[in-house]
């Protein structure tokens, strides 16, 4: 099975407050049980705030590194889900349970190269 990116981009700025957000967690919560209850689901994460991420380049060999996000937005990659699909258009569906459970937030649906094992 060929395994795919699910990328959640959501705005910058403050998350939603936790009557809010709570409820949108549950949700995703019994989706991912789903998927991995159909072996679709590799992992998922979410990520901290792009402020706190960190930008690392080489200088010449030498670390250069940035404080803040790689590119400036309205809107950031807030969290990603990895799947496991036999087609495109499986992973579109899984996707599109994921854009219906966090809407109005996009989600990114991407085939990986070269999963490294």
């Known amino acids: 099975m060929k395994q795919y990116l699910l990328s959640i981009y959501q705005p910058d700025g403050d998350p939603p407050p936790p009557e809010v957000l ?4 549950v949700e995703l919560g019994k989706l991912n049980d789903e998927m991995k209850a ?18 690392v380049r080489d200088n010449n060999g030498d670390a250069v590194l940035t404080d803040g996000p790689f590119t400036e937005g309205k809107e950031h990659l807030g969290g990603f889900t ?11 569906s899984w ?15 991407r085939p990986i190269a070269w999963p490294i094992e």
């Open 22 to 25: 709570e409820p949108i967690m």
């Open 38 to 55: 159909a072996g679709a689901w590799v992992f998922a994460v979410g990520l901290n705030p792009p402020s706190t991420a960190t930008v």
């Open 82 to 92: 990895i799947i496991r699909a036999t087609d495109l258009d499986e992973a579109l």
């Open 95 to 109: 996707g599109g349970r994921v854009a219906t459970v966090l809407a109005p937030l996009a989600i990114e649906v």
